[in-house]
T-cell receptor
Framework: GAGVSQSPRYKVAKRGQDVALRCDPI?????LFWYQQALGQGPEFLTY????????KSGLPSDRFFAERPEGSVSTLKIQRTQQEDSAVYLCASSSGTSGTDTQYFGPGTRLTVL | KNEVEQSPQNLTAQEGEFITINCSYS?????LHWLQQHPGGGIVSLFM???GKKKHGRLIATINIQEKHSSLHITASHPRDSAVYIC??????????FGKGTHLIIQP
């Protein structure tokens, strides 16, 4: 595709529900990153894949957060038993290189609201 | 964990003014990114720097590795430059660390 796409763009969940957020990176991009951006704040790193390997998940805030990229392309970020503090915009980015020293291309984000 | 500080947090200027946004970080890095985010919009990468200076149109970015400091300059600013400008650093671990952003408003 022309750019990074994310779906859904908006998600409203009741507290305790599970949600799944999808990211379609630019075709052929090796690296994929997930970030969380709370209202009025800068993004914060969640996790990073190189192809299908999850190389760094140090930013995931709790074991309720799980990410996968089984075939090295599309990635899914899953949040179990959502809490109100999970409300944020979840951003996905991809890059052609294998580290954070390459330009990252960002998707439009998924705005998650937990009621 | 790297601490990334941006200044100013908010900046309002008149069209045509020269704009400078500063970024400092606490721990040595491999690369620094300048990003632009429009209200309700996605994030666009402006520059990735590991040393020296880069220029793209009216935008100039510089980095001083020894002083752990980078600046983003906008020449001949225009209302369409109004956005949040975010500095982010990569140290090789813990992913990108982001500053809180600088909210820039250019008035006609």
């Amino acid at each position: 595709g022309a750019g990074v796409s994310q779906s859904p763009r908006y998600k409203v969940a009741k507290r305790g529900q599970d949600v799944a957020l999808r990211c379609d990176p630019i075709s052929g991009h090796v690296s994929l990153f997930w970030y969380q951006q709370a209202l009025g704040q800068g993004p914060e790193f969640l996790t990073y894949f190189q192809n299908e390997a999850q190389l760094d998940k140090s930013g995931l805030p709790s074991d309720r957060f799980f990410a996968e990229r089984p075939e090295g392309s599309v990635s899914t970020l899953k949040i179990q038993r959502t809490q109100q503090e999970d409300s944020a915009v979840y951003l996905c980015a991809s890059s052609s290189g294998t580290s954070g020293t390459d330009t990252q291309y960002f998707g439009p984000g998924t705005r998650l609201t937990v009621l | 964990k790297n601490e990334v500080e941006q200044s100013p947090q908010n900046l309002t200027a008149q069209e045509g003014e020269f704009i400078t946004i500063n970024c400092s970080y606490s721990v040595g890095i491999s690369a620094l990114h300048w990003l632009q985010q429009h209200p309700g919009g996605g994030i666009v990468s402006l520059f990735m720097l590991s040393s020296g200076k880069k220029k793209h149109g009216r935008l100039i970015a510089t980095i001083n590795i020894q002083e752990k400091h980078s600046s983003l300059h906008i020449t001949a600013s225009h209302p369409r430059d109004s956005a949040v400008y975010i500095c982010a650093v990569w140290g090789g671990a813990d992913g990108l660390t982001f500053g809180k952003g600088t909210h820039l408003i250019i008035q006609p």
